[in-house]
């Protein structure tokens, strides 16, 4: 974990960088273009999209205009809920595949665990990967019964599960699980939107010890704990900012302080209690 372009390796072997631009809520067009495109020139090598995020084409396009062979950025997309299900995830899939404008996707995910329905989509992820069109496959929002469950009878185990995931919210014993099964668990919201966390008095003492900003410090705390990570931003300095995380290490003290900042709280739905 030395450098921006340094990644996990996946149980089947696919690499996937550490650090990748999430782009939920960035408008579709010129704005995701732009954000995309800073991301690439920086050195980003991954980029966090979703059919339900409405912006897939302009990441494509973006990434096309970009110059960098396609083969050396790591894309995820996901099926969005009220695709799920065994035909229509590999319909939803197509339309992400067209709009995105590629021929395979990297990591293809099972957006949320829908009751009734989650097992069957994944069904169809699998037979996407057997078929060639996507290099890895997984799932996110699951908690440890909807990994049981999934595990108890697939025929090839999700790489991964992308689930939020910051200092207020550490998830110690679904990181533990995951990590004991090969599943790399990878953090959305890492730095719960950008709100009440910068300010917070521990992470801005460690932050002043390293001449670095709170947001890097959380980014680097999730690398530390090998969890993948997918910081949101806009805004250019932050792009970079958030890439500039490979050059500090935070001692066993200050992982262990910031880990207790932990109070089990989400800013997201709760994936055991949601109703889209
Ligand atoms: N699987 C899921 O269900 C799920 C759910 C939510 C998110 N995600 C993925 O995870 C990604 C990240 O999560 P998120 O977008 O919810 O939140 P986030 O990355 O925790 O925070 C993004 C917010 O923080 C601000 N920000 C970024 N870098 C900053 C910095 N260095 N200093 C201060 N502020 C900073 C951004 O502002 P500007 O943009 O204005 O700079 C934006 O408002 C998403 O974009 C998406 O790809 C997945």
């Avoid at 631009?21 to 980003?44: H, I, P, S």
């Avoid at 003492?205 to 704990?225: E, F, G, M, S």
Wanted: aromatic share 10%; with cysteine.
């Amino acid at each position: 974990m030395k450098h921006l372009q340094d990644g996990a390796t996946l149980h089947n072997g696919v690499r996937m960088p550490w650090l990748g631009l999430g782009v939920y809520k960035v408008e579709e067009g010129d704005e995701v273009r732009r954000a995309v495109r800073t991301a690439l020139e920086v050195g980003y090598r991954h980029v966090d999209t979703a059919a339900f995020y409405q912006n897939e084409e302009g990441v494509g396009q973006a990434i096309r205009e970009s110059g960098i062979p396609r083969d050396q950025i790591f894309v995820t997309t996901k099926v969005w809920n009220s695709d799920q299900g065994y035909e229509s995830t590999l319909k939803a899939f197509d339309t992400s595949l067209k709009k995105l404008g590629f021929d395979y996707i990297d990591l293809y995910l099972v957006h949320w665990p829908v009751k009734g329905k989650y097992k069957e989509t994944y069904k169809a992820l699998e037979k996407l990967y057997k078929d060639g069109f996507v290099r890895a496959i997984g799932v996110s929002n699951f908690q440890t019964h909807h990994l049981e469950d999934v595990l108890a009878d697939c025929e090839i185990k999700p790489m991964v599960n992308q689930v939020e995931f910051h200092p207020r919210l550490t998830q110690k014993p679904l990181l533990e699980f995951c990590k004991q099964h090969h599943i790399q668990l990878e953090a959305w919201s890492p730095l719960m939107r950008g709100g009440e966390l910068l300010n917070e008095p521990t992470l801005v003492n460690i932050a002043k010890k390293y001449d670095k900003t709170p947001a890097q410090v959380i980014l680097r705390w999730d690398l530390q704990h090998e969890v993948v990570t997918i910081p949101k931003s806009v805004t250019p300095e932050r792009i970079a900012q958030n890439a500039n995380i490979f050059d500090f290490t935070l001692t066993k003290e200050e992982m262990d302080a910031i880990d207790a900042l932990n109070e089990n709280r989400r800013i997201g739905p709760d994936p055991d209690n949601f109703d889209f």
